[in-house]
C-alpha cells in the first residue's frame, strides 16, 4: 500500500515533476533514488546521519516538521515530569 494507506509512491518513479519532496506520513528516507529531498525537522536531522542513511538530500525545519493546525487546544496539559 506504499507508505500510507491508497497512496501510490511508484508513480513518483515516471518523474512526474522534476523535483520531488518526500513529507509526512513517514519522517524516514523512502529508499528512492528519484525523489530528491526529505522534510524533516532538527530532532531526525540529528538522530538520523541524513548524509549517509537517506538516499534524498534533507531539508531541516528549524523547529518541527509537523504541520499543526494551533487553533485546537487539548483539554489534557502535559508537563516535563510527565515525558
Known amino acids: 500500500d506504499g507508505f500510507t494507506t491508497a497512496s501510490c509512491p511508484e508513480i513518483l518513479s515516471f518523474q512526474p515533476a522534476p523535483l520531488q519532496i518526500n513529507y509526512l506520513g513517514h519522517f524516514g528516507t523512502s529508499g528512492a533514488s528519484y525523489i530528491q529531498y526529505v522534510v524533516v525537522d532538527e530532532t531526525i536531522a540529528a538522530e538520523a546521519d541524513t548524509k549517509d542513511k537517506f538516499t534524498e538530500k534533507a531539508l531541516v525545519m528549524p523547529s518541527c516538521a509537523i504541520v499543526n493546525d494551533h487553533m485546537r487546544y487539548s ?3 502535559l508537563e516535563g515530569k510527565d515525558f
Open 75 to 77: 483539554s489534557t496539559v
